[in-house]
């Protein structure tokens, strides 16, 4: 008889290989947070992919992907959901890697240098929601099933999974984000006339970012245009415009020195000094600018809170804001949460 020395060999390899595996070996996943288009302008603010089944003390690395700030957080059931200065009290992150058991607070803190690295352990079967405390339409679902059961993907398979995601983000494939931004006014209209589509108010008006929410099985994702719609805007003496928000992530327009703290709603009392500021009949901020030297703060402009059964009604917020120039000049702005990305405008007043 003739022996297959090949044969023999590979045989030998499996019994070594099925060997040294042991059962219950755990395992470290991967998986992404955020994700940006080329010049940081387009952010998608999403665990990427946002459900993992893995097994009870396997680990999860997630790898923060964009230069928009993160975290990676996990808070017991039944407790308020921290701000993201709060964390995990009292040290607000925790040491990386972590170990989240279902009853302690894990807490990344917030990251914005892609390539950097946060790693969670999971000793305890259960699900268990992850949150980015910065966004709060950024969730995932971890399933922790027990050793003695089998899991349904694999790696290769989260990685099709979070780049599908990321894509469908990113490249907005329905144009529905590009769309948002054709609503500034003028365009493609009477260069010198009021929007007609807001004619009521005889002001131009600047989109201020643009965004759309998706959602899947484990959680919402969304992805934020940061930036103005138009980034000039040529007006005269006298004239008025709006800044108006169509994104899912809050922004601020602001003239002239940044407001200490900066995330802050919208506070006319801080807002500027020496400015007038004063809230018109429909609820939006409206200050008066008289020179460029002027600095005035919208606050944070965002859309209406979504309500939730047992949380207070907290009114619609201001989504809308407005300045009248009265002088000739150059006003440059910035949104003081997202300059860093590149979300700046200018208003030209002609005489
Ligand atoms: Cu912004």
Redesign the pocket.
């Known amino acids: 008889m003739r022996i297959d020395l090949r044969r023999v060999a590979t045989c030998a390899a499996l019994i070594l290989m099925v060997g040294i595996v042991p059962a219950a070996r755990a395992d470290t996943w991967q998986a992404r947070v955020g994700a940006q288009g080329f010049d940081k302008g387009v952010q998608v603010l999403a665990f990427l992919p946002n459900e993992i089944w893995i097994h009870q003390g396997d680990s999860i690395t997630w790898t923060f992907a964009a230069d928009e700030k993160h975290s990676v957080t996990f808070i017991p059931l039944n407790t308020p959901r921290p701000t993201f200065k709060t964390g995990c009290p009292p040290s607000v992150t925790t040491p990386n890697p972590a170990t989240f058991d279902g009853t302690n607070c894990v807490n990344s803190g917030l990251i914005n240098t892609p390539g950097t690295t946060y790693t969670v352990t999971f000793p305890n079967p259960g699900n268990y929601a992850v949150l980015c405390l910065l966004h709060v339409n950024q969730t995932g679902t971890i399933h922790v099933l027990s050793s003695a059961q089998p899991i349904p993907h694999d790696q290769e398979f989260y990685d099709r999974q979070a780049a599908i995601e990321e894509r469908d983000l990113l490249y907005d494939r329905d144009g529905g984000v590009a769309a948002k931004l054709r609503q500034d006014s003028p365009r493609d209209r009477d260069e010198d006339g009021d929007d007609s589509s807001h004619a009521m108010h005889g002001m131009k008006i600047v989109v201020?970012?643009a965004g759309e929410l998706a959602v899947t099985p484990g959680g919402a994702q969304s992805v934020?245009k940061?930036r103005f719609g138009r980034e000039t805007i040529t007006i005269h003496a006298g004239q008025t415009v709006e800044w108006a928000s169509s994104?899912v992530?809050?922004?601020?327009v602001t003239f002239g020195q940044e407001p200490p703290g900066g995330f802050g709603p919208l506070d006319p009392a801080t807002a500027s000094s020496g400015v007038l500021l004063t809230h018109d009949s429909d609820g939006a901020l409206h200050a008066v600018l008289t020179s460029t030297a002027d600095s005035v703060y919208s606050g944070r402009i965002s859309p209406q809170n979504q309500e939730r059964a047992g949380s207070n009604e907290q009114g619609p917020g201001a989504t809308r804001f407005r300045v009248s120039f009265t002088t000739a000049g150059t006003y440059p702005y910035v949104?003081?949460?997202?300059?860093e990305?590149g979300?700046k405008g200018e208003v030209i007043v002609l005489p």
């Open positions: 201020t970012g934020s940061m994104d992530s809050g922004h601020s949104c003081s949460y997202h300059d990305l979300m």
